[in-house]
Structure formats: C-alpha cells, structure tokens
C-alpha cells in the first residue's frame, strides 16, 4: 500500500477533495441520527433533550397515516420501477438503431432537455396544461382535474418523471451501447439476423451488466419516490394516495419542527434502502458472480 | 529601565480598557427580523428606507449605530425556514410568531417576555385598547406577556374585517339578477354565472365560484349555518362547551350544499390546486364570478381593469342567509399572531433599544416614525391633508413603496390605519360592508393550547383531506362521520379538552 501511495500520490490528490466532500456531508451528519431516539423539538436546549430509545418507530408504526405514507412510497417507487426504470433502455435501444446521424444528435438534444428542468416549472407547465379550464385536455372534453383524482395522479407522477428524465437516462445506456464491438453485428448480419433479434441477442446482453448495477442503485433509492415531485404536484385532494415518506418528514420535521419523528422516518426509509441493496446484490451475484457492484 | 517598562505597560493597559469602555457603549448591532411577507420588490440591502430610518433614529431618539436585516418568507416556507434557522442556533432576533407555536417556544427558552420593555413604550400603551388588549393578553404564558401584538388607530374603518364575498356585480347587471341575500339566491347567481354567458363571448368558460388552497374556503357558506370557520383555531360553544367548528352541529349540511353545487359544475375545480396568486390571475381573467378573499384583492382586479374599458366591476357583498336565517363572514378581531423577541436577542442585543425603535415607529407625532415607516417619504410618496386626517398616496401602487424599503416589510409593529382610503373609494364601499359588525361572526375561542402545536395535521391535513374529497365527491358526504372519529382519536380530544379548561381559566 505503502509502494502504491508513494508511486500513485497524484491520484490520491485527486481523489482527496471528493472523500472529504463524502465524509463531511453525508458520514459527519449521520450523528443527528441519534435525534430519531430522543424528544428533540425545534429550539429544544440540549439539557432538555432526553433518550426516548424507540418511541418514534413504534408510533410511527401504530399510526395510521405513516402506514399509508408508507404504502405510498412503495407503491410510486415500484411504478416508477417497472416503468420509468426501462423506459431509458428502450429510448437507447430505438436510438441507436436510427442511421440519420444528424436527427439522430437533435433528437439526443431535445430529449435531454426536460431533464435540466427543475420540478417547480414542470409542475406549473402540467398545472397549465390539464386545467380542466384553460388547459389543452378542455378540448379533449376532459371534465375532472387529473389532479384531484388519486388514481390519475399516481399514473401522472410516473408518466411526468418519464418524459423529464427519460431522455438523460439514455446517456449511459447509449454509452454501454457505443461500447459493443461491431463486429458482433457485422457477424449477426451475415447470419441473416433482423433488427430486433440483433437487439436481443447482441446489445441487451452486452448491455446487461450497466442495467443491472442501475437496477441495483435504483433499488437503494426504492423509497425515495422523488420528493420534488409529490411536493409540487400534490394537494389535500391526493395527499392520503400521493404522500410520500420524504413529504411526510418534510411536513413533520421541517414544518411542524418535530426533528426528532422526521430524523426517525428518514432513518427508517435509510435502513430499508441500503438493506435493499444489500439483498438485491447478493441475488443478482448468485446469478452471475460477475455481476453485482460489491 | 525596568520602571520605564512598566510605566508604559501600565499607560498601555488602561489607554486599551479606556477604548474598550468607549467602543462598547457604541457597539454597533444589526437586528435580524423576519416577516411572513412575500415582497419581491424589497431590496436586500433595505433601499431608501434604511438610510431614512438611520437618520431618523439619530436625530429623534438619539440612535446611532444600529442596523437591520429584514427576511422575508411567505405561507409554509415561512414555518420552514424559521424552523431550520432555530435549528441551527441562528435564531432572528425578532419575528413573527403564531398562536399554535407560541407556547412551544416559550417552554423552550427561544422567545423572552417583554413586560418590562413594555412598560417604556407609551406609545403601543395608549393604542392597546379593548380588542388590541385582548390580543396582547392572548399570547400570555404563566403571568407573563411575550407577543408584541398588531394594534389600530381609532375609526370603524380600521375594524378587523377586511374580508368577505366578492361578486362580479359587472356580471349581475348584464344578466339582470340582483346581489345574493339567501344562500339560494346566492345558488342562482352561480348557477347563471356558469350557464348563461356573462362575459357574452359565447364560449363555456366561466365557473360560478373560484378560490385557491389559502383562500377562504367557503366560510361565508359555514356562516350561513352559523358555523365559524377561518383556519385551526376555529371554535364553536354547543351547550355551553368548545367544540372545535370542523366538528360542529351543522358542518354537514354545509358539505352537502357545497357538493351538491360541484356536481352542477358551478365551483372551479383548479380551486383545490392552485396558489392565491393564480387565483387571482384567474378572477382578473374572468374565469368564475364570485371568491371569497379580501378587499385588497376585489381592489387588485379593479386595478387590473380599469383603463381596459370594459366596465368590468366587482365589490364585496354581505354574506349570504342560511334557511335559519343565519348568516356571518369568520372576523377573528382577536389576532392569531404576534411578533415576538428572541432570548438570544433580549441577552445580547439591547432589547431596549429595539423596543425603542418599534415604540417610535408608533408615534404618530412629527419627530415620530408611524407616518414614514407607513407612508414612506412626504411629499415623494404620499402628502397628508390635517384639515380632513386624510393621507393620499402619490404613488401608483405599493410595490413603489416596497421597492424604496418602505410599509409593511418594516412595518415591525402595525398599526391598522386606513386615512388614506377615501369616502368615494370603491375600497371604503367594501369596507362598509366587511366591517359591518352584523355581518362578522366570531370564534368562541381565540386563545392557545399546547395540543395546538402537538397536533397541526389536524386542519391541514385531516380535515383538508376530507373536505375536499367531500365536496368534489370522491368521498360520500356520510364520510364526515369518519372525520369526526378520526379527529378525536388523533388528537382532537385532548385539544378540546385543554381548550375548554383554558376558557373555563379566563
């Protein structure tokens, strides 16, 4: 270690900045964990804060509306799985089959752009758009708000974060893509294979280990839901099928400045995550020992 | 040579203690104050204000060295945003503060009492009278009094009500109905609002009644059944006991009008999702007819108007009868906020010189600061007529003001004072009618509890919930009952509890 150090110092350099980053902002805050076991309210002094062990969780769990907080988060983020998950796999794969190079770089251009906006203007374009009295759907005879119907709702989140982040997804899939050898599909044409079969039997393969360790990090991240998103878009007509764990901390901890429920919900979505990832590595590595990311 | 040393030590040490003594009785202090304001016009560094109110300060009270930093936030980041600076140990020196987190702050130390500055202030003292008393005694913990609270110069048109029932009277003439009286009339008005074209373009675009999430929802519909409904502190006397209005004898009849008028398509439904200021914006564009706000905002689309030449019109009406012949639009004379100090700011920030400064910012007289942090600069930005009392503004609108650091984002301690409406002014019509103490209703209980703060999801989040999927039919009207229970298992119980032994204590 010593030898690779001494010979290696500049990488090291390099790398310095990021780690400090890491430990300060994500490894130094995990000791205000330790407020989700105690009575902590806003402004509280520490004399007065006393060990409460796991009074928060058991409430947490006895109550009604973090269960529903709970079903949502899981409910939204397995949607958002099944279909927000592929659908960036499936832009790459159609982008990568068109010959046009130069619509081929427009479209990449116009399909990258929703992503840089920020929730806030998305929320009012949609808000705009489905008004059942200004907006384009009053002339598809569309009478009831998208946004006061809790079903509609959930499906609107999960179409509205495809069609923001879809196209940047398809960077590093495309990227996986670029990285096949083309003499794969030069073979796979001499044997007479079609579009489709070369993209089953060649690229989806060869792509398989980037969409896994995405699958992987994205399960890590299964309760998170995307908090700006249900935080611009719900309201009280939704919010027992919309709210999410983030909203719910947000609401609790932040507004109503109960630190010590909100540290022990966002606690709890942690614990879940990373023990996720943890599961879904270990399955993904008895499938193939050479996948997985640890 | 040693003597000499130490001769010269000796001068040096007290030269240094004598300048210490001087710079600490000039100890320049910045105040940080917050204001649940949205006022993007207001400068950072506080404009032509600052520099006013320094020079004041200086020659009337004989202040020097002193500063102010005013952050302003609006709505729910407000509760945010003060929450994480309290967090943070960055406490502001001087906010505002609302009854349910009035009693959390003063059990943990973050806010003083302010008796003893009181006391020196004869100005708030002779304007905290009958209902501004109230006020100052509502926020009181233990014997001791910690909110500095809104107070009014003497007139009926500086009452507290400054809200009720707007209607596009515009849109009465062209179809030939008069104002709404009874809560049917008020049906019919929307129901020809939403079906017989009253802006004339031929189009179906007009709903009868419109709103936003923060606005009024409703309560002059909940006064026609004699119910006060303006927020959380919300409460109702029924056989001689505090129940809070949400849970009141009556409160499902008015759900069943208001569904009932949703099916029929007279209520706009973006109502339920969109902000004040989209609302109004819609009101402007003559989306639906009648909203229920403030006679500040009926003003606001009188001013967007006028000079397009169309005639458009609206005013605020008496709220409408019920079938018992009830009727009243929620006034709560007895305010539900308060400024108040930090600790952090009352130990090390001379409390009493910001005491003095908000005491001057009351004084009416001409070495006073009322007219200028009101009004801004005489003669630039309004002129004063003592003959008649009567204050014109020379500005177009406020945000003038605004931008030059003056009203209401320095405002620390207001004073209602409407001079400056005239007796022909449409504002001082709407007045007329929203200060008429016939047409107010008011809440039984005007004071706070702990179980307030323990549980805020009650109204904002329960009872929200409800009313909405109520009313816009996603849920029966019989699912009131669920409310009801869910209420007092979550918490309602012990808030009513602890409200009844707080008015039984009074």
């Known amino acids: ?294 | 040579m040693k003597k000499s040393i130490f001769l010269l030590l000796a001068i040096v040490m007290m030269c240094s203690m004598c300048f210490t003594a001087t710079a600490e009785a000039s100890t320049p202090i910045t105040y940080t104050i917050m204001q649940k304001y949205a006022y993007p016009e207001y400068p950072a560094d506080g404009g032509e204000a600052k520099t006013v109110m320094q020079e004041m300060w200086e020659k009337n009270l004989g202040i020097t060295d002193t500063d102010y930093n005013i952050l302003l936030f609006a709505g729910s980041d407000y509760d945010t945003k003060l929450n994480t600076l309290i967090a943070s140990g960055d406490i502001p020196d001087y906010f505002y503060c609302s009854l349910e987190q009035f009693q959390t702050f003063v059990r943990n130390g973050i806010i003083a009492p302010i008796d003893e500055y009181v006391a020196d202030m004869p100005h708030y003292n002779a304007l905290r009278v009958d209902t501004a008393q109230q006020n100052y005694d509502n926020f009181t913990y233990e014997g001791k009094h910690y909110c500095f609270t809104e107070v009014e110069l003497p007139g009926e048109l500086n009452r507290a009500g400054t809200g009720g029932v707007i209607v596009r009277t515009d849109w009465l003439n062209k179809l030939g109905l008069a104002e709404p009286v009874t809560l049917d009339d008020m049906h019919n008005v929307l129901h020809a609002f939403r079906y017989d074209d009253p802006d004339g373009n031929g189009a179906d675009d007009t709903y009868g009644i419109g709103g936003s999430v923060v606005s009024k929802m409703f309560s002059s519909v909940f006064g026609a059944y004699g119910i006060y409904m303006n927020g959380a502190t919300s409460w109702m006397l029924q056989d001689g006991k505090l129940v809070h209005s949400t849970v009141a004898d009556g409160v499902k009849d008015v759900l069943t009008v208001l569904q009932q008028w949703y099916k029929e398509d007279l209520i706009d439904p973006d109502m339920f999702i969109i902000e004040d200021q989209q609302a109004q914006s819609k009101y402007i564009a003559g989306n639906f007819g009648v909203w229920e706000n403030t006679v500040w905002s009926a003003n606001n689309a009188r001013v967007a108007w006028d000079g397009a030449g169309d005639g458009f019109l609206c005013n605020v009406v008496a709220p409408p009868t019920g079938p018992e012949g009830k009727m009243g639009y929620p006034v709560n004379p007895v305010k539900s906020f308060g400024y108040v100090m930090s600790t952090k700011c009352a130990e090390t920030k001379d409390p009493a010189r910001l005491c003095k400064i908000l005491d001057w910012m009351l004084n009416l007289d001409a070495d006073g600061g009322f007219m200028t942090v009101t009004y801004g600069l005489e003669g630039t930005h309004y002129s004063y007529d003592p003959q008649t009392d009567m204050i014109t503004y020379l500005t177009n609108d406020f945000s003038e003001l605004y931008k030059a650091g003056f009203s209401n984002p320095i405002r620390l301690l207001p004073a209602t004072d409407r001079r400056w409406i005239a007796k022909d002014d449409p504002r001082a019509i709407d007045f007329s009618i929203s200060n008429n103490l016939d047409n107010w209703i008011l809440s039984a209980f005007s004071g706070s509890v702990p179980a307030m703060d323990e549980y805020p999801d009650l109204f904002t989040g329960l009872w929200t919930t409800y009313f909405t999927k109520i009313v816009t039919g996603a849920l029966p009207v019989d699912a009131y009952d669920e409310y009801v229970k869910e209420f007092y298992e979550q918490g309602g119980q012990e808030m009513t509890d602890q409200a009844n032994e707080a008015l039984a204590a009074m």
């Open chain 1, 1 to 294: 270690m010593h030898h690779s150090f001494k010979h290696y110092w500049q990488l090291y350099l390099l790398a310095l900045p990021a780690v400090v980053l890491m430990l300060t902002y994500r490894y130094l805050p995990m000791f205000g964990l330790s407020l989700g076991f105690t009575n902590y309210r806003v402004g509280m002094s520490f004399d007065r804060v006393s060990w409460v062990g796991l009074k928060w969780f058991q409430q947490m769990f006895s109550n009604k509306t973090f269960l529903n907080v709970l079903w949502n988060t899981v409910y939204i983020s397995m949607l958002k799985l099944l279909f927000s998950f592929p659908a960036p796999i499936l832009l790459a794969l159609l982008l990568n089959e068109m010959d046009n190079q130069w619509m081929k770089k427009r479209f990449q251009t116009m399909i990258y752009l929703p992503h840089f906006l920020s929730w806030t203007i998305v929320a009012g374009i949609l808000f705009t758009l489905f008004s059942t009295q200004t907006g384009i759907v009053k002339y598809f005879g569309m009478k009831e708000s998208i946004f006061l119907n809790p079903s509609a709702f959930r499906w609107m989140l999960v179409f509205s974060d495809i069609w923001k982040d879809a196209g940047w997804g398809t960077i590093i899939y495309l990227a996986a893509i670029s990285s096949i050898s083309p003499e794969y599909y030069e073979a796979a044409m001499i044997d007479g294979a079609t579009r489709s079969q070369r993209m089953r039997y060649i690229t989806l393969p060869c792509i398989s280990s980037t969409v896994v360790v995405l699958l992987l990090l994205k399960l890590g991240n299964v309760l998170d839901a995307g908090f700006d998103q249900v935080f611009m878009l719900s309201n009280a007509a939704v919010l027992d099928s919309a709210d999410i764990i983030d909203t719910y901390v947000y609401r609790i901890g932040m507004s109503q400045g109960k630190f010590a429920v909100g540290t022990a919900a966002g606690l709890f979505k942690s614990v879940v995550g990373c023990s996720l990832v943890f599961l879904a590595n270990r399955a993904v590595k008895l499938a193939d020992p050479e996948a997985g990311i640890m």
